[in-house]
């Protein structure tokens, strides 16, 4: 499986974007599927998940202000982050997850310009 983000770019404090995730294979085979981000200096934190399919979670500096959805049909994989602040400023990796196996995107950058 090969998962492509895009979406990144530039943007400023309160602004949004809408971060997307291609997967090269269904997405029916991929039950959890997940964004993290990882800003300059820091360790890669997670985002937001949606696991086993249907059970969502986010990081406490996001919740309210970003959403994930997935939608298999099209194989893909979204985050729509709103409210964005510089302390949102990292890569963004989407990521999927198949048992013991492991998936990452190859990052997209997010800047939020004060």
């Known amino acids: 499986v090969q998962l492509q983000a895009s979406g990144g770019g530039m943007v400023q404090a309160g602004g949004s974007l809408t971060l997307s995730c291609a997967a090269s294979?269904?997405?029916?085979?991929?039950?959890?599927v997940a964004w993290y981000r990882q800003a300059p200096g820091k360790q890669r934190e997670l985002v937001a998940s949606i696991i086993s399919g249907k059970i969502i979670n986010y990081g406490d500096s996001v919740k309210g202000r970003f959403i994930i959805s997935r939608d298999d049909a099209k194989n893909t994989l979204e985050l729509q982050m709103n409210s964005l602040t510089p302390e949102d400023t990292a890569i963004y990796y989407c990521?999927?997850?198949?048992?013991?196996?492991?998936?990452w995107g190859q990052g997209t950058q997010v800047t939020v310009s004060s």
């Open positions: 294979g269904s997405m029916h085979s991929l039950p959890t």
């Open positions: 990521n999927a997850q198949r048992g013991d196996l492991m998936y």
